[in-house]
């Protein structure tokens, strides 16, 4: 008889001879890798705009960079201040740092204020209402990457410690002498870039130690929690050197962040499908005394489960690359490659791993046949007791739903349509400082900016505009607005005198929410505006923080109201032809869609209503999103493969279900619980943006491993009877 092609792959990968040819390729792989390619997080992280250059802040921001240099270039903003109010001698310091940093530029510095050739008496004019604070710029060139520029920092430092004869960067906020923080764009770059590389160890180490007690909990075996660390390791060590490849290469913009949460993403799912294989590998060495064979007719029942799973995250992360926002197109390739590699190593690696340990894999409680337990009692002279029935408890679950469908589906949609609900409350932020820590360095600095002078000049609106050559100003009539607190003096371009520039102040935080609808108000007043001019026919910019955030908020909805719908699709036409069951792909697709916001909604209750925090980051929703509706899928077909499995073997719809139920279950929850304890883990992180992510995705995960799953997806196969198999040939089945 011939062989399926799944069993046979088992062979070749985990035969006799063969499973040694496996481990050393891949081992090889790794080493070889590691030797001719750069590590992925040694490589420089990006450190451009997210937002697409035809927006208008972006094409305002290059116009300010031809017409006016001076503002040209990466800001690095160095917030002085003391409590007491800034002293002449201060000030007289900052003239020395910044003839020192004339005198010797450092690499990528494109434009300095001349600080030290004005009067300090005209420079102390600069400082705060409250004359505690004053912010100085350096400019650095946007090709400066985040190493030279943390170098330059530590310069900066090294100098103003020279000239000042104290280090007022490492002091205590508290404390009654001269501080200062770097902030803006360089120095949010900088402290970033720190975090993310002291995070991705802790990351990692928690991970894998939140992965081993899970493991040790629920199998207890030593040997079991480690094999699929070790395959899944393995695997990291072959994907870092090539996305590093990719990256130094410039294929790729490498993304501190996303590799941050890809470590647990290739840890928690890689562990989840070695479960699959190694938890079918142990019923069938229940039954077969060979373990080669049984090596073969694991990987045959359990590899079609892995792949399809596998690639629905795959193309599922892949549809990232369909977003206009840096940070999303950002996630696809390491994403989707990193999953791509790590389930070929499950499917090569591991039954190679496991051809060598055998049943000692899963050493003290070591599964035999019957005759092979019978022997071995006989041997150690004790009495042979009858095992005990697998699955039993989740055979009792199965048995409950497909019995009582409507109770079963009337309880889990309240709770999912609740939690669901809630997410209709959610509020966003689109400011990714209040994400980081606030004693970091350039938060503190954003702090004291915010704390010692109005709420516009965090953050001015820039305004230009094309006066097509008229004598024109507008100063008047910006600061006429009612959301404008002050409007600076008009300047003209350098080389375009016709571009005019006007930096506009409001009246209210420019991070705000509020101040992004004044900006969005502004527009449309711009418009009036310049008809009144008389310059209808001409162009105008609207640039600064608060225009850039209102263009991050229209193009993350873009990508959401793009990427979402292609994803479902996608997914959708892959569970069809896997299942070939319309209704069942249907509904299956509806729970997960629903289990999302209701996570979304749950995670909100955590986050508002338990840590206190105002407001959700905006791009949680794409980000969880995607995981949860391709994850969450992961569960349904592995179990639906084995409902299938059931009904093909003649068994009666309801039994097939509760079946498919029992045999999946244990292995499904202890999936769901590395995979939720692995997401988890990010909330331990001090970024906020990473905790709020891991929070709502762990939530989801949870909902679809312990509501969708075992309950609400087998209800409503149960329900819909033999139309869940249409138009498959199950479906005639009686």
């Known amino acids: 008889m011939k062989k399926h092609p799944l069993e046979r792959w088992g062979e070749i990968v985990g035969g006799k001879k063969t499973r040694w040819v496996t481990l050393g390729l891949w081992i090889a792989l790794a080493v070889v890798l590691a030797m001719i390619f750069p590590q992925v997080n040694s490589v420089d992280n990006y450190g451009g705009s997210d937002l697409p250059a035809e927006l208008m802040s972006q094409q305002a921001d290059a116009l300010l960079e031809e017409q006016f240099p001076s503002d040209s270039g990466i800001p690095l903003l160095i917030v002085w201040y003391r409590e007491a109010g800034l002293e002449m001698s201060d000030i007289e310091g900052i003239q020395k740092l910044y003839a020192a940093l004339g005198a010797n530029p450092l690499p990528g510095q494109e434009a300095l204020p001349p600080f030290d050739q004005m009067p300090p008496q005209a420079l102390m004019g600069s400082v705060s209402e409250n004359g505690a604070s004053i912010v100085t710029p350096v400019f650095f060139s946007t090709e400066a990457n985040t190493d030279t520029l943390k170098s330059n920092l530590a310069e900066i430092k090294r100098m103003t410690e020279e000239q000042m004869e104290e280090n007022p960067y490492d002091t205590s906020l508290h404390d009654d002498v001269l501080h200062a923080r770097f902030s803006g764009p360089v120095g949010i770059s900088v402290d970033a870039t720190d975090l993310f590389k002291s995070a991705d160890f802790q990351l990692m180490v928690a991970t894998v130690i939140i992965i081993l007690v899970i493991l040790l909990l629920i199998y207890r075996s030593p040997i079991l929690a480690i094999v699929p660390l070790v395959v899944v390791g393995i695997a990291f060590m072959v994907v870092s050197p090539l996305l590093g490849w990719m990256a130094d290469s410039g294929w790729i913009d490498k993304d501190a962040q996303a590799i941050s949460i890809m470590i647990v993403l290739l840890f928690g799912a890689g562990t989840d499908y070695c479960l699959f294989l190694i938890t079918r590998y142990r019923d069938v060495l229940l039954e077969e005394e060979n373990k080669f064979l049984a090596l073969a007719q694991a990987i045959?029942?359990?590899?079609?489960?892995?792949?399809?799973?596998?690639?629905?995250?795959?193309?599922?992360?892949?549809?990232?690359?369909?977003?206009?926002?840096?940070?999303?197109?950002?996630?696809?390739?390491?994403?989707?490659?990193?999953?791509?590699?790590?389930?070929?190593?499950?499917?090569?690696?591991?039954?190679?791993?496991?051809?060598?340990?055998?049943?000692?894999?899963?050493?003290?409680?070591?599964?035999?046949?019957?005759?092979?337990?019978?022997?071995?009692?006989?041997?150690?002279?004790?009495?042979?007791?009858?095992?005990?029935?697998?699955?039993?408890?989740?055979?009792?679950?199965?048995?409950?739903?497909?019995?009582?469908?409507?109770?079963?589906?009337?309880?889990?949609?309240?709770?999912?349509?609740?939690?669901?609900?809630?997410?209709?409350?959610?509020?966003?932020?689109?400011?990714?400082?209040?994400?980081?820590?606030?004693?970091?360095?350039?938060?503190?600095?954003f702090t004291l900016i915010e704390e010692n002078f109005t709420p516009g000049e965090l953050a001015p609106v820039q305004v230009l505009i094309d006066t097509g050559g008229k004598d024109t100003n507008i100063t008047e009539d910006l600061a006429a607005l009612p959301y404008v607190d002050f409007v600076s003096e008009v300047r003209t371009g350098e080389t375009k005198p016709d571009i005019q520039l006007y930096e506009v102040d409001l009246n209210k935080n420019p991070y705000s929410n509020e101040a992004m609808d004044d900006v969005e108000k502004m527009k449309e007043d711009m418009k009036e505006i310049m008809t009144g001019a008389g310059l209808a026919e001409t162009g105008f910019w609207l640039g600064g923080e608060t225009s850039a955030q209102l263009d991050t908020k229209e193009?993350?909805?873009?990508?959401?109201?793009?990427?979402?719908?292609?994803?479902?699709?996608?997914?959708?036409?892959?569970?069809?032809?896997?299942?070939?069951?319309?209704?069942?792909?249907?509904?299956?697709?509806?729970?997960?869609?629903?289990?999302?916001?209701?996570?979304?909604?749950?995670?909100?209750?955590?986050?508002?209503?338990?840590?206190?925090?105002?407001?959700?980051?905006?791009?949680?929703?794409?980000?969880?999103?995607?995981?949860?509706?391709?994850?969450?899928?992961?569960?349904?077909?592995?179990?639906?493969?084995?409902?299938?499995?059931?009904?093909?073997?003649?068994?009666?719809?309801?039994?097939?279900?509760?079946?498919?139920?029992?045999?999946?279950?244990?292995?499904?929850?202890?999936?769901?619980?590395?995979?939720?304890?692995?997401?988890?883990?990010?909330?331990?992180?001090?970024?906020?943006?990473?905790?709020?992510?891991?929070?709502?995705?762990?939530?989801?995960?949870?909902?679809?491993?312990?509501?969708?799953?075992?309950?609400?997806?087998?209800?409503?196969?149960?329900?819909?009877?033999?139309?869940?198999?249409?138009?498959?040939?199950?479906?005639?089945?009686?």
């Open 300 to 445: 045959r029942e359990s590899a079609g489960a892995i792949v399809m799973s596998g690639l629905t995250v795959v193309i599922g992360l892949a549809t990232l690359a369909l977003a206009d926002y840096g940070a999303f197109q950002r996630f696809a390739v390491p994403f989707s490659f990193g999953v791509l590699l790590t389930g070929i190593a499950v499917l090569t690696l591991l039954p190679a791993v496991l051809a060598v340990l055998g049943r000692a894999a899963f050493w003290p409680f070591v599964p035999r046949t019957a005759d092979m337990a019978k022997a071995y009692a006989a041997d150690k002279k004790k009495p042979y007791k009858e095992p005990k029935q697998n699955h039993r408890y989740m055979r009792k679950l199965g048995n409950f739903v497909t019995s009582n469908p409507w109770l079963v589906i009337i309880l889990t949609g309240t709770v999912l349509i609740g939690l669901a609900y809630t997410s209709t409350h959610i509020k966003y932020n689109y400011d990714l400082l209040s994400s980081f820590p606030e004693d970091m360095p350039s938060r503190e600095g």
């Open 555 to 734: 193009v993350q909805y873009h990508d959401e109201t793009l990427i979402q719908p292609v994803m479902i699709v996608i997914i959708f036409l892959v569970l069809l032809v896997y299942l070939r069951a319309l209704i069942t792909a249907v509904h299956l697709m509806i729970t997960v869609i629903v289990s999302f916001f209701a996570a979304l909604g749950a995670g909100w209750l955590i986050i508002h209503g338990l840590l206190g925090q105002e407001a959700m980051a905006s791009a949680i929703p794409l980000y969880s999103f995607v995981f949860i509706i391709a994850l969450g899928n992961d569960y349904n077909i592995f179990m639906i493969s084995d409902i299938w499995k059931n009904r093909k073997r003649d068994h009666r719809h309801t039994d097939a279900i509760a079946g498919g139920v029992a045999s999946t279950g244990a292995v499904i929850t202890s999936a769901g619980l590395i995979l939720a304890g692995t997401f988890a883990v990010l909330a331990t992180l001090p970024i906020q943006l990473l905790v709020q992510f891991g929070i709502v995705t762990a939530v989801g995960i949870l909902l679809d491993t312990f509501i969708v799953r075992p309950l609400l997806v087998p209800a409503l196969i149960t329900v819909f009877g033999k139309f869940s198999y249409w138009p498959s040939k199950l479906w005639r089945k009686e």
